[in-house]
């Protein structure tokens, strides 16, 4: 049951009945909402109805307000409402709606939250797509748990998601990568030929050891043979098996986190498919390729600058800060022109919906590649770009420096062997993505309130155990075929307050599939938690508010199917972040 999407249809019934009556013109309730007020004080649920609908139905606010409340409280299920302000209405309803929360979250199980609201629509999520030249490092372990947070939201939320990683196998690093395995080759033959011969790994390359075994792999393979090709052969000859041997890596380290993309995307093979120029070429025939000279970048207009006629693409036709090139002057294609192919690809393979989860630092492909999809698709497909901010390690609250140009940057494998993959998963959504976050190893570990996941799953796990120690006096089938009568008999305000925070569970799920923000599963967990922690501390100082009471089974009854439903609550979003709702701590 979704309590919130259930009162909002109830407030539009109200809305045709004045419509019917000639009190207000047919107009659209698609702006009028239902929802918890931000003070509970308040009241239940507020809604705007009358302040959204007050101008085009040309009536007062606080006089349209009054004839809205008299045919809400109408529905037996509303005990109160009160006018506030310019023309709010605030609503407090009855215990016998929330009950039929419980009975519906025993019903549902795990599933419960499961939303239509996505009506299967086809959503492209790209996220990760990390250069495969060596292991993912902390600021892509955010990418990817953003994304495939994201991802599994947008499937809650009944969307149809493919979740893709492209991988950017053409290009310079993919050169530097070649010649660093080769020099890691040269280190192996030595190393078996004990000839003495010292390899030096230059700045500009990689110097990570995880490049050793494929050096080795090489030499077992090839011998001499690759020190007698010329340099641009021996990197054809190892391309597809270093490359490879980095994909590997990668999905071994994303397998750690639980994440496994459905496609994987080559750039090499879309170059090699002429995508590049299979895009431009449609792009050239919409009349969107010119020659051009573009005026020099910002701030260097008194400096030396040289204008050179490009191929410019008309970006700025459709939202981007000016045109962009397609090739630079010497014929070759630019940066965005695989980009660009890329999307076409997708476009091609029915995804007219697509989200791209990228870094900061990469806001500014966002316009460009933004207007290449609407370019290429008529302004018929949306990109949507999600831009993550950085990643601060801390121990102890003091900072960890690491240098990836020298090898020594915190791997994926490394975070998650140290914390554990529900630490990182869950810490990872307790910042909105667009905020810079602090891992802190010491608080990732601690068992305490301050660390999220503990406090959280520790909830879960009690939960379970209040459960499993009174199964034999009330068993599981009898809770969960309770009555709605015998539910009645939950009437502390602290019961009350966290059947409430139980019954927003749908309308999170919803609102945060919709924002792209699945940080909001985390924080709504929490403050869960935080209910069920409450209501235990005050059964320890009270008695007659313990979960089970020897002399009283219907009340105890009662109150475990309560624990149940949070249990359950608690687990949906738990599975909902990739989070393992455990049992036992």
């Not at 023309?87 to 009855?94: A, E, R, T, Y």
């Not at 990760?128 to 939320?157: C, E, I, W, Y």
């Not at 007698?228 to 098996?241: G, L, S, T, V």
């Not at 476009?347 to 697509?354: D, I, P, Q, V």
Request: hydrophobic share 40%; net charge negative; charged share 25%.
């Amino acid at each position: 049951m979704h309590l919130f999407k259930k009162i909002r249809e109830d407030i539009v019934v109200a809305l045709d009945e004045l419509v019917k009556a000639g009190v207000i013109p047919h107009l659209s309730f698609d702006a009028v909402t239902a929802e918890p007020p931000r003070d509970s004080t308040h009241g239940d649920v507020a809604t705007n109805a009358a302040m959204v609908l007050a101008k085009p139905a040309k009536k007062n606010p606080r006089a349209l307000a009054e004839l809205i409340k008299e045919k809400l409280e109408k529905f037996d299920y509303i005990t109160a409402a009160e006018i506030a302000g310019p023309g709010f209405i605030n609503l407090k309803i009855s215990g016998k709606i929330l009950h039929k929360v419980i009975r519906e979250v025993l019903k549902q199980g795990v599933n419960y939250g499961d939303s239509k609201i996505g009506s299967g629509e086809i959503i492209n999520v790209e996220y990760v797509s990390a250069n495969p030249t060596g292991p993912m490092h902390v600021g892509h372990a955010r990418n990817a748990v953003f994304g495939d947070a994201l991802a599994r939201l947008l499937q809650k939320a009944g969307f149809a998601v493919t979740k893709e990683y492209y991988i950017n196998d053409a290009g310079a690093q993919i050169i530097k990568l070649l010649d660093s395995a080769l020099l890691r080759y040269r280190e192996a033959l030595a190393q078996k030929e004990n000839s003495g011969e010292k390899i030096e790994i230059p700045e500009g390359l990689y110097p990570g050891e995880y490049l050793i075994p494929v050096g080795k792999n090489l030499a077992e393979k090839y011998g001499k043979k690759l020190t007698e090709m010329p340099a641009e052969e021996a990197r054809a000859e190892i391309r597809d098996f270093t490359v490879n041997a980095m994909l590997e890596i990668i999905k071994s380290d994303l397998a750690l986190l639980g994440i496994q993309h459905d496609v994987f995307t080559s750039e090499k093979k879309l170059n090699d498919e002429n995508a590049v120029d299979e895009a431009f070429l449609l792009l050239q025939e919409k009349g969107l390729i010119y020659q051009g000279v573009l005026p020099p970048p910002r701030g260097k207009e008194n400096e030396e600058w040289e204008q050179k006629e490009l191929t410019l693409f008309r970006s700025s036709q459709f939202g981007d800060d000016s045109d962009r090139p397609m090739k630079k002057s010497d014929g070759s294609w630019t940066y965005i022109a695989p980009d660009i192919a890329y999307h076409y690809d997708k476009l091609k393979r029915g995804f007219t919906k697509m989200i791209l989860i990228l870094a900061v630092d990469h806001g500014g492909y966002q316009k460009r590649l933004q207007a290449a999809v609407a370019a290429l698709s008529n302004s018929k497909a949306e990109l949507s770009i999600q831009l993550y901010q950085l990643v601060n390690l801390l121990e102890n609250g003091v900072p960890i420096k690491m240098s990836k140009r020298a090898g020594n940057f915190l791997t994926v494998r490394d975070l998650v062997e140290a914390v554990g993959k529900d630490a990182v998963r869950f810490i990872m959504l307790t910042r909105r993505h667009t905020e810079v976050l602090d891992f802190d190893f010491k608080k990732a570990t601690e068992q305490s309130k301050d660390n999220p996941v503990f406090y959280v799953q520790y909830a879960h796990t009690r939960a379970c155990s209040v459960l499993r120690k009174n199964a034999e006096e009330i068993p599981e089938n009898d809770i969960l075929n309770i009555s709605e009568n015998e539910l009645a008999l939950l009437t502390d305000e602290s019961e009350t307050a966290l059947i409430k925070l139980i019954a927003e569970w749908p309308r999170i799920v919803e609102s945060a599939s919709v924002s792209y923000e699945p940080h909001r599963i985390a924080f709504y967990l929490h403050d869960l938690a935080a209910g069920f922690h409450g209501l235990w501390n005050k059964g320890t100082e009270n008695n007659s508010l313990r979960f089970f009471i020897d002399n009283n089974m219907e009340l105890s009854k009662a109150r475990l199917a309560l624990v149940k439903a949070l249990k359950l609550t608690i687990a949906s979003g738990l599975l909902l972040l990739g989070v393992e709702p455990v049992e036992e701590m």
